[in-house]
Nanobody
Framework: QVLLRESGGGLVQAGGSLRLSCLASGSTFSRYGMGWFRQAPGKEREFVAGITWSGGRTYYADSVKGRFTISRDNAKNTVSLQMNSLNPEDTAVYYC???????????????WGQGTQVTVSS
């Protein structure tokens, strides 16, 4: 089992940037594919970005491609999401998650953090 804790959320103006971090504990972090998801009020949770256990491959939702970058540091048990050119549509609770499978399959994520709020003002 792996425990996940997100940080770095907050309020930012449109066009600004934020960097989210997720610290993992409790198991061998490098075994897991990692992902970031988000859920806006009244909407379903959606996949944002994923990264393989080695960091060799990354995946993005079309809505964030070119603006967001996912990365990981297995030595520090962290996965990060750099978010640039934010717009109000990016407002959501952002969740870090871990999977034993390919990070592109949302239903196979087993472990989830509590989430961190990102609010983008216009």
């Amino acid at each position: 089992q792996v425990l996940l804790r997100e940080s770095g959320g907050g309020l930012v103006q449109a066009g600004g940037s934020l960097r989210l971090s997720c610290l993992a504990s409790g198991s061998t972090f490098s075994r897991y594919g990692m992902g970031w998801f988000r859920q806006a009020p009244g909407k379903e949770r959606e996949f944002v970005a994923g990264i393989t256990w080695s960091g060799g491959r990354t995946y993005y939702a079309d809505s964030v491609k070119g603006r967001f970058t996912i990365s990981r540091d297995n030595a520090k048990n962290t996965v990060s999401l750099q978010m640039n050119s934010l717009n109000p549509e990016d407002t959501a609770v952002y969740y870090c998650a871990a999977t034993n499978y390919e990070p592109t399959i949302p239903r196979l994520y087993s472990f989830w953090g509590q989430g961190t709020q990102v609010t983008v003002s216009s």
